[in-house]
């Protein structure tokens, strides 16, 4: 369906807008953190005169990924927020040292967002959730624990480590590694044996499979399936609908620690089970970009390298290329914005990362 | 475009996740298979042993009746390919797509064609051969009088679960008794050549055969590694390095290089040109694709003189259009594996680790590597050299030996691990030496090719002792 050249403006102008604002509190003396005042210094401009709209921050040139490795992470906490308790959370532990991004309230705001877009009837309000999937130093753990709580539920908790499981892997230790998911499983169905109000789920393909093999999600009583963490291809998601969820519903997401998360455009026919995910603007913005001029989109449908800017008070990243590539896909009714389709490890670095793990 | 499905214990699935096989000579789109994901593999492999029971119930002589008839429908009827899209496959069309995508002569593919239906046309005499003629009905049961003792044997596992490489569609033969043993089969095809285990299992489904004790998957490594290590017994095709893992696992049984080689012994090494064409054979034939072809002529005399005759006889094998009849050589479905093979040959030769003489340089053309008739083949290749060459133990997917002299006394244990050596001696001890040998694991004494398969003869190890176990067993008179 064709989305209105009203909304398509609409959704731009508060973009622009909202960009505008930031400027002005991250490169604010009284509020901007240490790192961003510290650059503007040295770029030699000001970005609070020179950005007047989502266009203008390509002036930032590429987000460094090593920006983000090692310390002193207060040099990314905002001054207005010096004083709040600060979480850090990490992401990119496969790839070297993590990196970090500050957190105050972004993860409670990205997924009280997130809990509009999901069905009431099959996520109740009041329902006890279940996390079965990394925590530790991700926001995961807390985002999922907040998301519960938000919808007047209590978060149970099973962790998995993927940093443990990437060494398995690459030890060839495979029987251990399923030694451990079995493990992990175990303690999930502990928790679904005896606590009858859990009716919801989240956790990661490779578990959800796992889980499946070992109980009926509906005899179990699950009703919602919230799902992400690793890539999912199109056949995982029609595998999931069609034999795992069981009536229940299958809410895969798009999400990391820089970004927040993406919610997912219920599938269509036409899809053909592509996973499509929205940003969560203007908080975050995906574009997908030509991977030799990052500076180029792709046009609609054509594959490209993901391509992230995060747009919050408590943390400003423009133009961050991920390690991910999908293909392009067009603005829709219920997100008047650009959108990404089948979301997967980027190819020119598939050999040197283990990825979907967990 | 073709397309193949994936067989989820019989029952056709078209997945969204596909992978397109070109045609090896037009490089056009000319397969699209059907890819299953890890979590529907190990999903359907929870109804292993609902498979295994719809085995159990059929007599053994009500499957040994099947594979007769499954071996005709396999040569000789039209069968499908694809059940959704109504797609048959004829027994032509079967031949021309195995060559469409492997490059396969049509003669190899024909040849092979009627190994599979030897050996389940003679599935008796195979079995006979691995059970040293136990009569299996007492499968049927599960234990029973046989020669006036009372034997039980148990199966290892509720389904054999096979990863098939691509390189020849006669591998194929080494799991077909399976379904006679009562054990199903979840197959995960080769990129290159799905079509031999499709046609195999829609022939055993039309002699009557359940349909839902066959899984066909093609998917991708991680795929084929959830299928052996879900399922209780397994095969493995493979190169050295994919295969390590399961090397040291009894449960599956790995399936690589051969190494196999001729040798003649002291006493005829004079005679060595009368059995320059048997030599020949074992080298060339399937088009030095097999783990069975010799790529290692070990002599005790007269090396350089074989080494040359032996060039000079497989320089008569040239590439030729692939429905020929004299076709013999293979050609790469891709161009750059050929050309990569060829220049670690080259980069063997001259490095620092002994001396080697490419003695089909002198009597072809010097370029190892030949694009005709649309594709690019490896021209067969004889290398003179010393036993601790690089090049005196090697096997590529094409005709190439070497030729190794080396003292009699060296022989066999010299050889290294050899999936099939033909010795060549009349010499008693002689030949008493390769006996003992614990890395000879099949042996031909004579003139015979190391291609020559013997149906009463296990090959590669015993699929029945890899499938069942014996226990003791007694019961009160």
Not at chain 1, 111 to 117: A, P
Request: with cysteine.
């Amino acid at each position: 369906m064709s989305v209105a050249p009203s909304a398509l403006a609409e959704a731009r102008t508060t973009l622009d807008a909202w960009v505008r604002e930031l400027m002005h509190w991250h490169f604010s003396p009284e509020t901007g953190c240490t790192f961003w005042l510290d650059w503007a210094a040295k770029a030699g401009w000001d970005p609070r005169q020179e950005v007047a709209g989502y266009n203008d921050l390509d002036k930032f040139g590429e987000f460094q990924d090593e920006w983000l490795r090692g310390g002193p992470v207060r040099r990314w906490v905002p001054k207005a927020y010096q004083d709040k308790p600060i979480y850090t959370f990490e992401t990119g532990g496969s790839t070297g040292v993590p990196k970090s991004r500050i957190n105050v309230n972004d993860f409670r705001i990205d997924y009280e967002q997130f809990s509009t877009t999901l069905p009431d009837d099959k996520f109740p309000k009041g329902a006890d959730w279940l996390h079965i999937g990394p925590s530790g130093p991700r926001r995961l753990r807390l985002a999922i624990e907040h998301l519960a709580q938000h919808r007047g539920g209590i978060c149970f908790m099973v962790d998995l480590d993927p940093r443990w499981v990437i060494k398995l892997i690459k030890m060839g230790e495979m029987e251990m590694m399923e030694l451990y998911k079995r493990h992990v499983i175990d303690q999930a169905l502990t928790l679904l044996k005896a606590h009858d109000g859990i009716k919801c789920l989240f956790t990661t393909p490779k578990l959800l499979e796992a889980l499946c093999e070992r109980i009926s999600l509906k005899k179990a009583g699950i009703t919602g399936v919230f799902c992400g963490g690793t890539e999912m291809t199109p056949q995982f998601h029609r595998f999931a609908v069609e034999e795992l969820m069981e009536g229940a519903y299958f809410a895969p997401t798009y999400g990391n620690t820089l970004m927040g998360l993406g919610p997912h455009k219920p599938p269509t026919k036409d899809d053909n089970w592509a996973i499509i995910y929205y940003p969560p603007a203007p908080r975050a913005m995906i574009e997908v970009v030509n991977p030799d001029d990052p500076t180029k989109l792709v046009d609609y449908g054509k594959t490209g390298r993901v391509r992230l800017t995060t747009l919050t008070r408590e943390f400003f990243m423009p133009r961050f290329l991920e390690r991910d590539e999908c293909e392009r896909e067009a603005p829709c009714e219920q997100y008047p914005w650009d959108g990404v389709r089948n979301v997967r490890p980027f190819s020119r670095f598939q050999k040197s990362v283990v990825e979907g793990v967990y | 475009m073709l397309h193949l499905p994936i067989l989820r214990w019989g029952k056709p699935y078209r997945s969204v996740n596909q992978v397109v096989t070109p045609h090896f000579r037009t490089r056009e789109p000319f397969v699209s298979m059907s890819q299953a994901n890890v979590g529907m593999i190990r999903r359907d492999l929870l109804r292993q042993a609902d498979a295994r029971a719809r085995l159990q119930a059929i007599p053994f002589a009500d499957l040994v009746a099947m594979a007769g008839r499954a071996a005709e429908h396999f040569l000789h009827d039209t069968l499908p390919l694809d059940p959704e899209s109504g797609t048959m496959q004829t027994p032509e069309d079967y031949i021309e797509q195995v060559s469409a995508t492997t490059g396969a002569p049509f003669s190899n593919v024909k040849r092979n064609m009627l190994k599979v239906h030897g050996v389940l046309s003679k599935v008796t005499e195979v079995l006979a051969g691995l059970t040293r003629g136990l009569d299996l009905t007492v499968l049927d049961e599960g234990y029973g009088m046989v020669n006036g003792q009372m034997l039980s044997f148990f199966a290892r596992g509720d389904a054999m679960g096979v990863v098939l490489p691509s390189n020849s569609p006669g591998v194929h033969s080494l799991w077909a008794p399976a379904t006679v043993l009562k054990m199903p089969l979840v197959l995960k095809p080769g990129s290159a050549e799905p079509w031999t285990p499709l046609r195999m299992i829609y022939a055993w489904i039309k002699a009557g055969a359940p349909a839902e004790v066959f899984a066909y998957y093609p998917t991708d490594h991680a795929g084929g590694n959830e299928i052996l290590r879900s399922t209780g017994r397994g095969m493995v095709f493979g190169d050295v390095s994919s295969t390590r893992r399961w090397k040291a696992e009894g449960r599956v049984e790995v399936h690589g290089p051969g190494f196999s080689k001729v040798v003649i012994g002291p006493d005829l090494a004079d005679q060595w040109e009368q059995h320059l064409d048997v030599i020949a054979e074992s080298i060339a034939s399937n088009g030095g694709r097999s783990c069975v072809n010799a790529s290692g002529v070990w002599v005790t005399k007269h090396g350089d003189r074989i080494a040359d005759a032996l060039a000079a006889r497989l320089a008569r094998v040239i590439p030729r259009p692939a429905d020929d009849s004299e076709a013999m050589l293979a050609p790469f479905a891709d161009p750059d594996t050929a050309r990569r093979i060829s220049s670690m040959i080259d980069a063997d030769m001259t490095g620092e680790s002994g001396t080697a003489r490419d003695a089909s340089a002198a009597v072809r053309d010097p370029n190892r590597v030949a694009s005709v008739h649309g594709g690019t083949y490896l021209l067969p290749t004889v290398i003179r050299c010393d036993a601790g060459h690089p090049l005196a133990n090697r096997e590529f997917l094409f005709p190439f030996a070497s030729v190794v002299e080396v003292p009699a006394a060296d022989l066999p244990g010299c050889l290294g691990p050899s999936l099939v050596v033909t010795c060549i001696s009349n010499d008693p001890a002689f030949r008493a030496r390769f006996v003992a040998s614990p890395h000879v694991d099949r042996l031909n004494f004579g003139a015979l090719s190391t291609t020559q398969i013997g149906w009463d003869q296990p090959h590669e190890g015993n699929l029945f002792e890899h499938l069942y176990a014996r226990r003791a067993i007694q019961r009160l008179a």
